[in-house]
């Protein structure tokens, strides 16, 4: 309080030495009786101002020590506000903003599972009922049995291959300890719907893991009790990292100060040197053009007609450049599995160039699930529309898809994609 205090009273002393100041040099200049007596009463007049400037200052400082004292009875209130049924303490020396975690809140973050299994919940579950949620929640990635499906990570097999110039690194062959297959399964998986698992499902998923490494029998069960303690073939294929202490000073010399490279050149650069080459094989799609496979209708013939025209010039002249944009972002969500574009590949799931009156299933050298060869036999073409349907809820409009893509719920995401798709032509 002090401190604000004087911030008003300096000033006013201030002006009043400067003006007495000001006053005795002027007298001292022999002026005339007149002008001194002028002089002094302006000094009279200063008297006055710096008076009432100190009433000021008193009211401001008793205005300051009342603002203070209604500022600490509502810190008092905040901290016996009621939150969730508990009362809250306001945070020492904050401004009473947020209020500490509830339980329930920590207990959500708090999911890490250590080595030792400190952190596993309680629960259990036996190979026979991972198989199930596996084959329901995984499978679509990871295969039936673990063993990978197309670029997905396979998490059985590999032993002995750690050492070879191309490891299989699986859950069976290379992780050390069973607590981080759990915690991370837990924690992350199903890859997009990471979170969903419960307790007892996760200790289920991975008994039939280990299942399927041939680590356990078909009769195993998984429990917090004897989870941490299980071995794993690679437990003791990690060392501590010691290389700071070993190696560093080997790696560390004095910079070069004299005699040194004059100058750096560049000589190539990387696109030359094809360092990131696009792979040229060129593609399932430039093959069925010339195939014409009999499933083609009359409409994707006409698709195909301009069949050199740039892959992402608008095929309708009405193109909404801020929806097109839009669904460019939407499409990230697609974008893991599936390419458009110059030169699009197939990869997990086909390419969608030309996608608007493309037969279902139809993309050469793409292995489709049998709904899909079904839809393509029975001459089904993609429109808007029918995109608009498979994209709401994939799994139940075509069902047995081997796309694990869960939906977009929200009818603008679609609405932007179909623009954005729209624009890629063959
Ligand atoms: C949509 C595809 C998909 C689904 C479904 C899925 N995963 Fe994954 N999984 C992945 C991807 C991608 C990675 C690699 C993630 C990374 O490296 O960040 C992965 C990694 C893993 C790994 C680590 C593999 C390793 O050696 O690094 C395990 C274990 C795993 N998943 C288990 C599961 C289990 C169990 C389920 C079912 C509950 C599941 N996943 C469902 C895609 C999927
Ligand atoms: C996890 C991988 C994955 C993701 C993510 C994914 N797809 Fe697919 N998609 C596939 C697979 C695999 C197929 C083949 C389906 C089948 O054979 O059952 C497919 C098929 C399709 C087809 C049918 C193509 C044809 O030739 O008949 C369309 C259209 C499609 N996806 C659009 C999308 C869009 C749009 C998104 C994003 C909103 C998306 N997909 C997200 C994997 C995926």
Redesign the pocket.
């Known amino acids: 309080m002090s401190k604000s205090l004087s911030g008003i009273y300096l000033p006013v002393f201030g002006g009043i030495a400067l003006v007495c100041g000001v006053a005795i040099a002027v007298a001292n200049r022999g002026y005339g009786n007149s002008q001194i007596e002028t002089l002094q009463t302006r000094l009279a007049q200063v008297e006055a101002q710096k008076a009432s400037a100190l009433t000021e200052a008193e009211e401001s400082a008793a205005r300051l020590a009342e603002l203070e004292t209604r500022l600490s009875e509502l810190e008092s209130k905040a901290a016996n506000a009621v939150v969730g049924g508990e009362p809250v303490a306001a945070h020492e020396g904050s401004f009473g903003l947020g209020r500490p975690a509830l339980p329930e809140e920590i207990a959500a973050w708090n999911v890490d599972v250590l080595p030792d299994g400190r952190g596993l919940p309680e629960g259990s579950g036996d190979v026979f009922t991972g198989e199930e ?2 084959a329901e ?2 499978a ?3 295969g039936d049995f673990a063993e990978g499906v197309d670029n ?2 396979v ?1 059985a097999g590999g032993f002995g291959t750690l050492a070879n110039e191309d490891p299989v ?3 069976g062959s ?2 050390p300890y069973l607590t981080t ?1 759990w915690d ?2 837990h924690r992350s ?4 719907e990471a979170g969903t ?1 419960s307790a007892d499902e996760t200790y289920a ?1 991975v008994a039939y ?1 280990l299942y399927s490494n041939d680590l356990v029998d078909d009769e195993f069960e998984l429990n917090q009790d004897n989870l941490a303690t299980f071995e794993m073939p690679n437990r003791d294929g990690f060392v501590i990292d010691d290389r700071p202490q070993r190696e560093y000073a080997e790696w560390r010399t004095e910079p070069c100060m004299e005699n040194c490279k004059d100058s750096v050149e560049i000589t190539r650069r990387a696109t030359f040197l094809d360092v990131t080459p696009d792979d040229g094989e060129d593609s399932a799609m430039a093959a069925g053009d010339d195939a014409e496979t009999p499933t083609f209708t009359a409409a994707s013939a006409a698709t195909e007609a301009p069949s050199d025209q740039v892959a992402a010039e608008p095929a309708a002249a009405e193109v909404d450049p801020d929806l097109v944009a839009a669904g460019k972002n939407v499409f990230k969500k697609c974008s893991a599995c599936h390419q458009v574009g110059d030169g699009a590949k197939n990869r997990t799931g086909p390419h969608l160039n030309g996608l608007f009156g493309r037969t279902f299933g139809s993309v050469e050298g793409f292995g489709y699930s049998s709904v899909f060869k079904a839809a393509n036999d029975e001459g089904r073409v993609w429109d808007e529309a029918e995109l608009d349907a498979f994209l709401a809820k994939p799994k139940a409009y075509m069902k047995g898809t081997k796309m ?1 893509f869960a939906g977009l719920k929200k009818e603008e995401d679609r609405a932007a994609l179909n623009a954005y798709l729209a624009t890629f032509g063959e």
Do not use: D
Not at 189 to 192: A, L, T
């Open positions: 949620v596996f929640k995984c679509a990635c990871h997905w990570p998490l690194k699986t859950v290379y992780w297959v991370y399964v998986m199903p890859f997009g698992l998923i893991i694990s």
